[in-house]
T-cell receptor, first 110, second 114 residues
Framework: SQQGEEDPQALSIQEGENATMNCSYK?????LQWYRQNSGRGLVHLIL?????REKHSGRLRVTLDTSKKSSSLLITASRAADTASYFC??????????FGAGTRLTVKP | KAGVTQTPRYLIKTRGQQVTLSCSPI?????VSWYQQTPGQGLQFLFE???????NKGNFPGRFSGRQFSNSRSEMNVSTLELGDSALYLC?????????????FGNGTRLTVT
């Protein structure tokens, strides 16, 4: 069963704009991870944020985590056409069981 | 370092047949997890193997089974195939195990059951 719920389900923006995707979850977590998937290919790990962290950066990516609201957000700044993909959040609980959300489909128009 | 390799890339089978999918993890990774991805259900966890032992299992019928060899390579078997088994099957390896460290995915095996 899925734990994380991404919002929005689909997002379409112009190149150069910022993209923000949100993830909500229900149970306590050990960490939360974000992955990207290009059509028909495997997922690529982007960022792992632990439950005691509030924010992490990696290049143009910024992830925040609010455990009191059981939510996380992924911000992609200055988006490029190559960022077009589906983005998934995945939660890992204290037993290291992982659950993936349904994903946000991001389209970046050149 | 070579990535996760899954074979075959595409597979077409008939209902009632069985299929074996293969996954070679990143060198040094002892954990291999398997996922089923479909448009309707999303990513569903099948099982995880760590050092040849099944460490965790999702909610799939017993027709879905797996194993891991001493070199960490893993195979997944589906017997008595059903139309609903059509999906992208993804394997992922990790250093410390699913949930504890990032997953590195292969490009999947696209299984079509007719």
């Amino acid at each position: 069963s899925q734990q994380g719920e991404e919002d929005p389900q689909a997002l379409s923006i112009q190149e150069g704009e910022n993209a923000t995707m949100n993830c909500s979850y229900k149970t306590s977590i050990n960490n939360l991870q974000w992955y990207r998937q290009n059509s028909g290919r495997g997922l690529v790990h982007l960022i792992l944020i632990r439950s005691n962290e509030r924010e992490k950066h990696s290049g143009r990516l910024r992830v925040t985590l609010d455990t009191s609201k059981k939510s996380s957000s992924l911000l992609i700044t200055a988006s490029r056409a190559a960022d077009t993909a589906s983005y998934f959040c995945a939660t890992a609980d204290n037993n290291n069981d992982m659950r993936f959300g349904a994903g946000t489909r991001l389209t970046v128009k050149p | 370092k070579a990535g996760v390799t899954q074979t075959p890339r595409y597979l077409i089978k008939t209902r009632g047949q069985q299929v074996t999918l293969s996954c070679s993890p990143i060198s040094g990774h002892r954990s291999v997890s398997w996922y089923q991805q479909t448009p309707g259900q999303g990513l569903q966890f099948l099982f995880e193997y760590f050092s040849e032992t099944q460490r965790n299992k999702g909610n799939f019928p017993g027709r879905f089974s797996g194993r891991q060899f001493s070199n960490s390579r893993s195979e997944m078997n589906v017997s008595t195939l059903e139309l609903g088994d059509s999906a992208l099957y993804l394997c992922a390896s990790s250093l410390a195990g699913q949930g504890a460290s990032p997953l590195h995915f292969g490009n999947g095996t696209r299984l079509t059951v007719t």
